[in-house]
């Protein structure tokens, strides 16, 4: 006999007043949930912005150095400075802080370019374990200040390395003598002189003007040659006794000749204009167009090689020494008012243009000498250093409170 199925309960249906009841309690717990979470929002906002503002207002934290964007901030920095002074007494960092902050500065760009520059460009680069032998042997710290100084002693002298493999054993050479004279009428005087059979360095001391470059400068290969102008002539000219006389515009002389018109006199006092020029034959031919009725002013605006040239010439009051040239003041506190002087010759003052005299005496393919090879190396670790340098970007925000402040520390510390 079948079984009787059990009639299903009819569902409850909600009343209207519990609906609105429920619906109300979901409000609730609704906005109190939103309310929570917002308050929980606001806690961690609160504490997160302290947190920042904190370590956004901590000056050791501050950038100071950014070399290509990796930064280096103030506690680098003032590490750095303390490693680098270690046995200076506390005087002399005071006395010299902004000069030794500056100087530490600079060694930190140094030596992150350096350490970009060796793995980007060259492949080259310093191992942790190198790094940590180094600093072992040395008794030094393991920290990064030491570590960054130690990798850049290593990676300079692996760069280096790295120069002088490409160099043969022999190179192209010459055997050049020069000097600088101040001007077309002096080289012609001395290549006279030399033809007659007087010895081209024996002129070097009463011709030339520029100390840092003249008489024979030995065997030298093309690239350490003092100019692309003494190169020339070097690789390009029968080696010989013959001089050969070649005008530079740029050549650097130490000399020049001062034209001084004095226009007012009072105490101690001068009021004047004057123009430099790079020659006594310049001298002479500016002088005599002043003579004929030439403008002083627009002449010196044309001609003078001194910072006053934008003024004319003008120098306005001024008193024995100011301009830092004895044979100036000689003249200029002597003469009559307004009268134009001789030419004043003054080896104190440099100046632009000049002629190279270039006697190649011998050439050909020559064995490196140890000193020529280390200047190869030199020339061409430096000039790669320079090329990557400019190509970089380089950041300081080490104003002079920021200095201050660094060197401070470091007195703090001591």
Not at 290 to 295: Q, R, S
Request: hydrophobic share 35%; charged share 30%; with cysteine.
């Amino acid at each position: 006999m079948a079984k009787k199925q059990k009639k299903a309960k009819p569902e409850r249906i909600p009343t209207k007043r519990q609906l609105s009841k429920w619906q109300r309690e979901k409000k609730i717990r609704r906005i109190v949930i939103i309310a929570a979470v917002v308050f929980l929002a606001g806690i961690l906002s609160y504490v997160g912005y302290g947190y920042y503002n904190g370590y956004k207002n901590d000056p050791m934290r501050e950038l100071v150095i950014q070399v290509n964007g990796v930064p280096f901030s103030m506690e680098y920095f003032v590490k750095t400075l303390d490693t680098s002074t270690q046995g200076m007494n506390s005087t002399v960092i005071y006395q010299y802080g902004n000069y030794l902050a500056n100087m530490v500065a600079d060694s930190i760009i140094d030596a992150e370019l350096l350490r970009q520059g060796a793995k980007e460009d060259l492949d080259i680069e310093v191992t942790a374990e190198e790094i940590s032998t180094e600093l072992e042997e040395r008794d030094l710290p393991n920290d990064r200040v030491y570590q960054d100084m130690i990798r850049a002693v290593l990676l300079e002298t692996k760069v280096r390395e790295h120069f002088g493999a490409s160099l043969n054993d022999t190179m192209e050479q010459a055997r050049v003598q020069v000097m600088v004279v101040e001007s077309e009428k002096v080289a012609d005087e001395i290549m006279t002189r030399v033809e007659s059979g007087t010895n081209f360095t024996a002129l070097v001391d009463e011709f030339s003007c520029n100390s840092s470059v003249e008489g024979d400068l030995g065997w030298l290969p093309e690239e350490l040659m003092p100019n692309a102008l003494i190169a020339n002539a070097a690789f390009n000219l029968t080696p010989g006794e013959t001089i050969h006389r070649i005008y530079d515009g740029t050549a650097s002389k130490e000399v020049g000749y001062w034209l001084i018109e004095v226009t007012d006199k009072r105490d101690d006092e001068i009021k004047a204009r004057a123009m430099l020029l790079g020659s006594e034959a310049e001298a002479e031919r500016v002088e005599a167009e002043l003579t004929a009725g030439g403008n002083f002013s627009s002449l010196a605006a044309e001609y003078s090689q001194h910072e006053s040239k934008a003024e004319g010439g003008e120098l306005d009051w001024f008193k024995q020494g100011d301009m830092g040239s004895n044979a100036f003041d000689q003249v200029a506190f002597n003469i009559t008012l307004n009268e134009v002087s001789e030419p004043v010759k003054d080896t104190s003052v440099k100046t632009t243009g000049g002629y190279w005299l270039v006697m190649v005496t011998d050439s050909g393919e020559r064995e490196l000498e140890e000193g020529i090879r280390e200047d190869l190396i030199d020339k061409r670790y430096n000039d790669w250093r320079q090329e990557w340098t400019e190509k970089s970007t380089i950041e300081t925000h080490l104003e002079a409170d920021k200095i201050s402040w660094a060197v401070n520390k470091v007195l703090e510390a001591r």
